[in-house]
């Protein structure tokens, strides 16, 4: 569920998995207007769903709608999975917190999240997830930056002290002696603009990373590459976040294997 929902690339994850594991069922786009959330949720056990993902804008609006609330998500303050439980009741949870840092292990196996201090770019929903997924994993010290000072502020301050907060012209300066470089916004997506955002500071082995798979490599990920730093783009979190959404409706963790990056990677 989404507004707009067209541009997904889950059903081709889902259907892949429907397919491998000889399941009877689909995965549909199903475009829902906000005003009209809560009775498209309420319309899934009745239609037969197993559930559903969320993108935006839903994903922090759907929490207040479901029954229950994983402690994971609550902690995020979003869901992008729903679970239709035996009774009818709906479970809200967060796939994307593992999706993240999965997506960092699978391109370097040998990364940990207290290699040293991170550099986080962004603020809104995506970020809360990387956050929690960088804390979770062990990060030391994650120094948080956005275009809103303010909201910048308001989630370093709700995260606690592992977050520390950094003026938004102070970014250049934010990323000397990182180990890792998140930019969770839509800069450098196609259609937006450019993360507006210097290297030069940035440790030549410092792992970048940015959320957006469309483009596959955005306009910070080539200044980066170009440097010679390792990078990672956002198709491995969109894969391995639906990985365990596939687990809560089905039993089963499916595997990432060649033919369905294949398959996925034809969409662009």
């Known amino acids: 569920m989404g507004w707009p929902v067209a541009h997904s690339r889950s059903p081709v994850l889902h259907k892949h998995w429907i397919e491998h594991h000889g399941l009877r069922g689909d995965y549909v786009l199903l475009p829902v207007q906000p005003s009209h959330l809560e009775q498209a ?34 902690r995020v303050g979003a869901i992008n999975t729903v679970v239709v ?18 997506s960092l292990r699978d391109a370097q196996p040998r990364w940990q999240a207290d290699a040293g201090a991170i550099t986080v770019v962004g603020a809104g929903g995506a970020a809360r997830a990387v956050l929690v997924s960088l804390i979770d994993g062990g990060a030391k010290s994650i120094r948080l930056t956005n275009r809103s000072d303010a909201k910048a502020l308001d989630l370093a301050q709700e995260f606690g002290p592992v977050v520390q907060f950094v ?30 955002l210097e290297l030069d500071q940035l440790p030549p082995n410092a792992l970048v990373s940015d959320i957006i798979y469309v483009p596959m490599e955005t306009p910070l990920l080539a ?43 034809a969409t662009f």
């Open 223 to 265: 200044a980066a590459r170009k440097r010679g730093n390792p990078t990672v783009n956002g198709l491995g979190m969109l894969i391995n976040q639906a990985r365990p959404a596939f687990k809560f409706w089905f039993g089963q963790m499916p595997d990432i294997t060649p033919e369905l990056l294949t398959k996925v990677q």
């Open 41 to 74: 949720l309420r319309g899934l056990p009745v239609l037969g769903f197993a559930g559903c993902n969320l993108t935006i804008p839903h994903k922090v609006a759907a929490m207040a709608l479901v029954d229950h609330v994983d402690p994971l998500a609550r």
């Open 85 to 102: 439980e035996e009774n009818g009741s709906l479970t809200g949870h967060n796939t994307d917190v593992f999706g993240f840092i999965q």
């Open 167 to 196: 003026a938004w012209k102070e970014r250049h300066q934010a990323l000397s002696n990182v180990a890792l470089l998140v930019n969770t916004t839509n800069q450098g997506m196609q259609g937006e603009a450019a993360l507006a």
